[in-house]
């Protein structure tokens, strides 16, 4: 799974950069966000969420997005995800086509370049733990 993750984090990059992106890790699963400035969680275009056994490209404003290929999933009032289960999947042009729109409909307007410097990269640290109180009974 830690191949298509990061394939598909590879991906974004090529399609979205320059652009902010933030990871952070969850229960069950690890996320990335990207977005056109610093305040990533307030303006996200697309996010990958990394499952033990998927991973799912998640864009934050999918209703808006034409769905010609048909792969758009989800039924909320915004967002819209497509599931990569196998590598092969990531060579789809279809996901570079939804990829290109969504950052078409975003706020990021710089012409788009692939250098890993035009990439900000912020990695939440996990918390601490609280300290646990002693048991009474």
């Known amino acids: 799974m830690q191949s298509i993750g990061l394939g598909l984090r590879q ?5 979205m950069a320059p652009c902010h992106e933030y990871i952070f890790p969850m229960r069950s699963k690890v996320v990335l ?3 056109s400035s610093e305040r990533v969680l ?6 990958i969420a990394i499952f033990r056994r998927h991973a799912t490209l998640i864009f934050h404003r999918g209703v808006d997005l034409t769905d010609t290929h048909h792969l758009l ?3 909320g009032k915004a967002l819209r995800h497509i ?3 196998r590598l092969e999947e ?4 279809e996901l570079r086509a939804y990829l290109r729109e969504a950052r ?3 706020p990021l307007r710089a012409r788009r370049r692939t250098n890993p410097e035009d990439v900000e990269t912020r990695v939440k640290k996990r918390g601490t733990r609280r300290p ?4 009474m009974f």
């Not at 991906?11 to 399609?15: G, K, P, R, S, Y």
């Not at 990531?90 to 042009?93: C, F, H, K, N």
């Not at 646990?132 to 048991?135: A, K, L, Q």
């Open 11 to 15: 991906l974004v990059l090529q399609e």
């Open 90 to 93: 990531l060579d789809r042009p």
């Open 42 to 47: 307030a303006d996200c275009v697309c996010s």
């Open 83 to 85: 599931r990569v289960e």
């Open 104 to 106: 078409r409909r975003s």
């Open 132 to 135: 646990e109180f002693p048991r």
């Open 33 to 35: 966000l990207y977005g």
């Open 73 to 75: 999933q989800g039924s």
